[in-house]
């Protein structure tokens, strides 16, 4: 894999986030429907037990939520590309 | 199908986190020994495009909606061990950073998407692989394990949460294998469609085709 394949790889995972999760389903997902048609979906609403830098996928500071939601979606993606790379880098060296 | 904090009891969350702490060992222990030039970056692209992809909801039946796991994809492209390595490392992240999914069920979301979802996803691939032979046979195999996997994760899940007394396993196995069936035909589209364009453009990145490769060599 070259450095073209790396920015290609990245460069499609970075439209997705930016382009098309601002425009996701804001329905709830799977499981957070059978909590709450069976009642227990409150159980999940503690006090979260870390901070959250991005809580939602919405970043701070940023009114509009279209914006937020995609600036949360490319902050979270270079981050994990940047822990994916390094955790393999360091696992070969070791 | 990220469980969030306060559905599991610290006796469904502190088993399901010593068997991810293990799984997760095993498969740094296995990865190291299978990771080359091409996988090395393949690594860091992959986690990159299933968080981004993570992140699209797309509705199904009833006001509900469903995003991708991405367990076979990862799975058929990095191997079972480096593709449960990379949906755990977005798993923590979407927990660390993004509040998505809590921290005492980490363990429990790693057991059900990278230990069910990636490793048995990729294990049902295998199998369905080798009894069907050829392009369709593959082809198969991509859709009906990205299914599965997603019913399995799903099943998983129930039992964790069936388990902590949140709710009856009876109720909860209906309610979350119904709605994941429906998710899990999601999952495969996009499973088949990803994985069709990246053996179209750079068939030599997938994991399993390397084998081929290097058996034949």
């Not at chain 2, 019913?151 to 998983?156: K, R, S």
Request: aromatic fraction near 8%; proline fraction near 5%; include cysteine.
């Amino acid at each position: 894999m070259n450095k073209r394949d790396i920015l290609i790889g990245l460069g499609i995972a970075l439209l997705v986030a930016m382009i098309l999760s601002p425009f996701a389903s804001p329905h709830p997902d799977g499981l957070e429907r059978v909590a709450e048609d069976n009642g227990f979906l409150e159980k999940g609403e503690v006090e979260p037990i870390v901070y959250s830098p991005i809580p939602d996928y919405t970043f701070p500071g940023i009114h509009n939520e279209k914006v937020a939601t995609a600036a949360a979606g490319i902050a979270g993606t270079l981050l994990v590309f940047v822990l994916g790379y390094g955790l393999a880098k360091v696992l070969k060296i070791k | 199908m990220h469980i969030p904090d306060g559905f599991l009891t610290p006796n469904a969350w502190v088993p399901t986190w010593a068997i991810a702490i293990g799984w997760i060992s095993y498969c740094l222990k296995k990865t190291r020994a299978i990771l080359n030039d091409k996988t090395i970056p393949l690594m860091g692209v992959m986690s990159a495009f299933i968080f981004a992809a993570q992140m699209v909801n797309f509705p199904i039946a009833g006001g509900t909606s469903g995003h991708l796991l991405g367990g076979v994809l990862a799975g058929v492209l990095l191997g079972p061990y480096a593709g449960s390595l990379v949906i755990a490392v977005v798993l923590t992240t979407q927990c660390l950073i993004f509040q998505d999914g809590g921290l005492t069920a980490l363990g429990a979301n790693i057991v059900n998407m990278s230990l069910i979802g990636t490793g048995g996803g990729y294990l049902i691939y295998k199998l369905l692989n080798s009894s069907l032979p050829g392009a369709v046979g593959k082809k198969i195999g991509i859709i009906a394990a990205s299914w599965f996997s997603v019913l399995l994760a799903a099943t998983a899940c129930s039992l964790e949460l069936a388990f902590s007394g949140t709710i009856p396993l009876k109720v909860v196995l209906t309610a979350m294998v119904g709605v994941h069936a429906f998710i899990g035909i999601g999952e495969a589209i996009i499973t088949f469609l990803v994985l069709s364009y990246v053996l179209k453009v750079r068939a030599d990145l997938v994991y399993s085709y390397q084998l081929v490769e290097v058996s034949h060599e």
